[in-house]
């Protein structure tokens, strides 16, 4: 109970503190790295509509399959999982107008994201595709100190690390997801920027947030597993918070 209080105030503190910040301005291409089926809509949906409406091109890169979303739960085959999950991606993504040809799906094992080589080389080559020598770029990638998930943390750290060598001159940004619900206070304000959506692509946002967490699995819970009440408050805001990392 003193827990879901203190998320939500923490989180009232920082919609009030973002009052005076500044628009995010990406560039030309941008490439969003999600984790996990869902964390590109929760993070970065206003953001992708932006782009999408300004002509800019972006590239969405889903880490995991998502497969241990029902891990405890029920006995659905972890290959279910995964091709019900990409299916929500690709109907959310329908939402908010991105086309399934610039969507890649790494399908990493879920909850076991590593820096090893065999995971770093499959990810640096698509990046490689991707960037293809283009300067104009900005990369998207979850908060390193607030998401708490070690499949966020561990995305971060591989994309950050490898944009620094293919691309450094890729402006570096971070998303929240789990941001909102660990009570992460170390927040570095001086890099801050948002996205404000308006009506209707808040409107859309909430739509794709829907795409993924209406589709039941036979057990009854969401494909995408039962989200706390507070993360789902949270990230349903009409507002988007990055930070500028480089």
């Known amino acids: 109970m003193y827990k879901k209080i203190i998320r939500k ?4 503190t920082i919609h009030l503190k973002t009052s005076s910040l500044h628009d995010l301005t990406p560039a030309n291409l941008s490439v969003i790295v999600a984790p996990h089926p869902d964390d590109e809509v929760f993070g970065c949906c206003g953001l992708m509509q932006r782009l999408i409406a300004q002509g800019k091109r ?3 890169i889903i880490m ?3 497969g241990k979303s029902h891990a405890g739960c029920c006995d659905i085959d972890e290959s279910e ?5 990409r299916q929500l991606t690709i109907r959310a993504a329908k ?3 991105l086309s399934q040809e610039y969507i890649h799906f790494l399908d990493y094992p879920d909850g076991r994201v590593l820096e090893s ?3 770093t080389d499959k990810l640096s080559s698509l990046i490689h595709k991707i960037v293809d020598g283009q300067n104009d770029v900005s990369v998207f990638y979850p908060h390193k100190n607030g998401e708490g998930w070690s499949d966020h943390v561990t995305t971060s750290n591989i994309v950050s690390h490898l944009f620094d060598k ?3 001159n890729a402006k570096q940004y971070e998303y929240c997801v789990w941001f909102w619900f660990y009570n992460c206070w170390k927040i570095d304000w001086k890099q801050a920027c948002l996205v404000k959506m308006n009506k209707k692509e808040h409107a859309v946002k909430l739509k794709a947030i829907d795409a993924y967490i209406d589709p039941k699995a036979p057990c ?3 494909w995408s597993g039962v989200l706390p009440p507070v993360f789902l408050w949270a990230n349903k805001w009409d507002k988007e918070l990055y930070f500028r990392v480089k």
Do not use: A, H
Request: charged fraction near 25%; proline fraction near 7%.
């Open 9 to 12: 105030v923490r989180v009232q």
């Open 58 to 60: 972006i590239e969405l």
């Open 64 to 66: 995991t399959g998502g």
């Open 81 to 85: 999982l995964i091709r019900q999950r």
């Open 95 to 97: 939402e908010y107008g």
């Open 117 to 119: 080589d065999s995971q």
């Open 166 to 168: 293919i691309c450094p």
């Open 220 to 222: 009854g819970k969401p």
